[in-house]
């Protein structure tokens, strides 16, 4: 930290420091070999006072004026979001009510520990809030016991695996390449640096194999089996994976980062009376702030609760957790149950609209939010469809598909997902359409007059159907 920096906060807390930099520090500092100058804190210090009394900030100061760079960026990126139709999967439109909730005072509080049982004084009001995310995160899945403090879903992930395993032991999760997720055991990730995972994919129909599942549990008596995907498009029988576990001594944990919201609606299979664990994010599906939560049987929490605290994390984030709250509320009420099934009916149109302009689909179908579009009989990669789709302001992005002969950063298919859509009121006349656009798009991806009308036909349904009711 430079020096003038360092004489600017001591003068800003001690009102009388003036006296002191001139009569003592000042004649000795200029005579230093290194002295280069240092701004006067005096000037500093008249900025940084009303009536005699030093501030800390500005209490009217915006964000335009305090950072015109960051909010010019702000500004950018919500102009992006109004008018791009958004097809990443794992993305999806927070509601007001939660935006404003990760914008309270709540960010100032320090709450390590668990409501009831802080390490800090003051908590009284935050405990109150994380109660009331992890009732309602209970009540939405009929869980025994929940931790609402995970910063992502892959702490979440982490927390189940540092409560019941250790390093060395071995578990069984979904291949990465086959549409499982990095935590489930990719050998770039901690999970399969530590852990000794063994995966399982999908058979000769593309179709989860269960009875690769079974075989492998035999043969390895694994400690964990975990379930869930980041790209299956298809439900997870859920019953069948945790019996496969019970027979083989094995615990089961489950990660609905993707399908969370659809299960919150109905329109997805619930987990939760199955598994021992269940982890998830807060946002995607479930349409909540950036965050993670772990719901397991009542015989689990302790082990749970001291993995994340003080196992991986410190103190949790009280704004975020808050943001939770008010998404769960969101989920229980009747219309997101509409909003669920409305998801599932987006995304079939979309698939079986883009069947019909000679794309294939990963599984043949979809039975939930998101699907695999093989691309190759177009004789394009998925990294240029992301490019030209995104230059006719369609967002979607690269994904390898089952034996993808591409790199990963180029891959042979690309990745849609209908709950942000959903979110902006597309029901299945614009996912039709939206199906129609990409198509069009991927006929000609090199003709830029067309990428230009398919911008212009997107343009108009954006405008339409606005996000935060922008026209």
């Given at each position: 930290m430079k020096d003038g920096v360092v004489f600017t906060l001591i003068e800003a807390i001690l009102p009388g420091f003036q006296v002191f930099w001139e009569q003592l520090i000042l004649p000795d500092a200029v005579n230093y070999p290194s002295f280069s100058g240092f701004t006067h804190p005096g000037a500093v210090f008249s900025s940084l006072t009303a009536s005699g009394t030093p501030v800390m900030?500005?209490?009217?100061?915006?964000?335009?004026?305090?950072?015109?760079?960051?909010?010019?960026?702000?500004?950018?990126?919500?102009?992006?979001?109004?008018?791009?139709?958004?097809?990443?999967?794992?993305?999806?439109?927070?509601?007001?009510?939660?935006?404003?909730?990760?914008?309270?005072?709540?960010?100032?509080?320090?709450?390590?520990?668990?409501?009831?049982?802080r390490y800090y004084g003051g908590c009284e009001y935050v405990d109150v809030v994380e109660q009331l995310a992890i009732d309602r995160l209970k009540q939405i899945f009929g869980a025994e016991a929940a931790n609402v403090q995970p910063n992502s879903g892959s702490q979440a992930n982490q927390g189940v695996y540092m409560a019941v395993l250790k390093p060395g032991d071995?578990?069984?999760?979904?291949?990465?390449?086959?549409?499982?997720?990095?935590?489930h055991g990719a050998s770039v990730n901690a999970s399969g640096k530590l852990y000794n995972f063994i995966s399982y994919g999908l058979d000769a129909n593309e179709v989860l194999n269960y009875d690769q599942v079974e075989q492998l549990a035999k043969e390895h008596k694994p400690k964990l089996i975990v379930a869930g995907a980041s790209a299956y498009a298809l439900h997870i029988d859920f019953e069948r994976m945790a019996r496969i576990?019970?027979?083989?001594?094995?615990?089961?944990?489950?990660d609905i980062a993707h399908y969370a919201g659809l299960v919150a609606g109905g329109a997805y299979p619930n987990p939760?009376?199955?598994?021992d664990f269940v982890t998830s994010t807060t946002h995607k599906s479930l349409r909540g702030p950036r965050g993670g939560v772990i719901m397991m049987k009542a015989e689990h929490e302790k082990i749970i609760n001291s993995a994340i605290f003080?196992?991986?994390?410190?103190?949790?984030?009280?704004?975020?957790?808050?943001?939770?709250?008010?998404?769960?509320?969101?989920?229980?009420?009747p219309g997101f149950k509409d909003y669920a099934q409305q998801v599932v009916k987006n995304a079939k149109v979309l698939a079986d609209t883009l069947v019909k302009r000679g794309l294939r689909i990963v599984s043949g179908r979809t039975e939930s939010h998101v699907m695999l579009v093989d691309l190759r009989s177009k004789g394009i990669t998925g990294k240029e469809a992301e490019a030209v789709l995104g230059q006719a302001h369609i967002t979607v992005n690269k994904?390898?598909?089952?034996?993808?002969?591409?790199?990963?950063?180029?891959?042979?298919?690309?990745?849609?997902?209908?709950?942000?859509?959903?979110?902006?009121?597309?029901?299945?006349?614009?996912?039709?359409?939206?199906?129609?656009?990409?198509?069009d798009v991927l006929d000609n991806p090199r003709d830029e007059a067309n990428i230009a009308a398919v911008r212009a036909r997107v343009n108009e349904l954006t405008s339409r159907l606005p996000v935060y009711g922008k026209k």
């Open positions: 900030f500005d209490r009217n100061l915006t964000l335009s004026k305090a950072d015109p760079d960051v909010w010019a960026a702000i500004q950018k990126e919500d102009v992006r979001q109004e008018q791009h139709i958004e097809l990443i999967a794992s993305e999806n439109y927070a509601s007001p009510a939660v935006m404003e909730a990760q914008g309270t005072q709540l960010t100032n509080k320090y709450a390590e520990g668990y409501p009831g049982k071995t578990v069984l999760g979904m291949s990465l390449a086959e549409g499982g997720h990095l935590t576990a019970r027979e083989n001594g094995a615990l089961f944990m489950v939760v009376p199955h598994a003080p196992g991986i994390q410190g103190g949790p984030l009280m704004h975020v957790i808050a943001g939770k709250a008010v998404a769960f509320k969101e989920a229980l009420e994904n390898a598909i089952p034996n993808d002969p591409e790199k990963p950063f180029v891959t042979s298919g690309i990745r849609l997902g209908t709950p942000a859509m959903t979110t902006r009121g597309f029901t299945e006349a614009e996912a039709e359409l939206t199906a129609n656009l990409i198509a």
